[in-house]
């Protein structure tokens, strides 16, 4: 039978100290793996076999701007070099950050293949970050029904900024923009508004007022509207022959690049990373099972690899390694004493706060591209930890008296002792022994009810056997 919980906190609690030692090591192995996938690049190669004939690529962009989509966009536009007339990049997104916006554009303009934008399907926008990538194409187009602008600057959370800040940040957003519709031949001014006054424009008003293109039902029709344009690219004027009667191939988010995407969320990035911490210490204070640990370092690794695709600081990760660490030294440096686990918790719930920039004041973004941890995670969190670690510590200062737990090497100590019945023997039960509840059955397969009190005749692992006093037996066995 498997042992109380009781029982397997006594036995933990009296390892020895190279137990203590090998434990700690496995758990510092098992955190190093994390962290490592924290600092590694991820790599991951496109699910396209590109041909060399020349057609049209197709590229789908229908998420948050954020490194993750960043990664994914210079690496299918990398791909297409040389090998492809055009790239159609399909787009809806409501925003993100603005860095990774800057990359995204800077890639575009930098491409040697003519690029087009294609704000679709219908109810689609290009929002916010969506409007930069956009005018940076060689062709913006846009399906009925679509919308693009509303890029003006914020905080974080979505924040307004202070009116120094924003006034900076509003600047600098105009500026790029400025200078990508300079070099598109695109509306200067009302490019701005989307910036000073978050405009936005229809389909239909963006290509009167000159952000837009063209106005189209499907690619079909687009790449007919392209044939025989000339457009300016990085290696100089290209004039699109044959698109209608190219080859269409298409490339979308693969499986690893959406996990990636999934994960890229900080709120759950913390999260794993707060489960899989509490699960390692689980593992260590009753090593052996390995189940605990397992869970924990995955948790650990996807919860890293998460933040490794945001934009982080180092010192919420020193936070975050410090309170794993100290909730571990509560196990081990003076049991039960409280200080180490209560500045565990407050560790952690500061490196969920430090984890990610400030955006009001280091990284203004725009709409869209939240990198922050939700304050009512972290007090979530925070509380969660808190009282695991109350309850932590109070199991170890019980297991900390002198004579209040028997160790399973002293338990043939019990032999010959009376306890007392809690749970009912008929024949397994459990008794009260040596200030706590031990599995038992008795051995002449009677039974006995709560409250009377039997004798112990043997230990059988962690299961004592009892014999019934004859005047404590309410049912005989058949």
Known sequence: MTPTSHQISSFTANRKTCGHRIRLTFALALLTIGLISLILPTHTSSGQSLTSDRGVYLIQLDRAIDPVSERYLGRE????????????????????????????????????????????????????????????????????????????????????????????????????????????????????????????????????????????????????WAEGRTVETASGPVTLEDLQ??????????????????????????????LGGLALIVEIWNFGSFIPGTIGVVLLVVGFAGVGQLPFQWAGVVLIVLALALLVAEIFVTPGFGFFGIAGAIALVLGGLFLFPFPSIEAPELPGGQIQVSRWLLAAVGVVVLLFMIWLIRELRIAARPGSYMPAGTSDTLVGSSVSVTNALSPMGEVYAAGEHWTARTSDRSSVDVGMTVRVVDVDGVTLVVESESENISVSAD
């Open 77 to 224: 536009l990398d791909a297409a070099q040389e090998q492809f007339a055009l790239v159609v990049i399909v787009l809806d997104t409501p925003g993100g950050l603005l860095e990774s916006t800057r990359s995204m554009v800077n890639a575009i303009l930098e491409s040697r293949v003519p690029i087009a934008v294609y704000v679709s399907p219908s109810g689609a926008h290009a929002a916010s970050a969506g409007t930069f990538i956009g005018a940076a194409a060689n062709i913006l187009a846009m399906a009925p029904v679509t919308e693009i602008g509303a890029a003006a600057v914020v905080g974080g959370q979505g924040e307004d900024l202070g009116e120094t800040l924003q006034v900076k940040a509003n600047e600098d957003a105009a500026a790029l923009l400025r200078g990508i519709a300079e070099k598109r031949g695109r509306n200067v001014d009302a490019l701005e508004a989307t910036v000073f006054e978050a405009k936005a424009y229809s389909a239909e008003e963006a290509v009167e007022i000159g952000i837009a293109d063209v106005v189209v039902n499907d690619i079909d029709e687009l790449l007919h």
């Open 245 to 274: 009667h190219s080859r269409i191939e298409e490339s979308e988010y693969s499986i690893w690049d959406r996990m990636l995407s999934a994960i890229a969320n900080p709120n759950l990035a913390f999260l794993l990373i707060s």
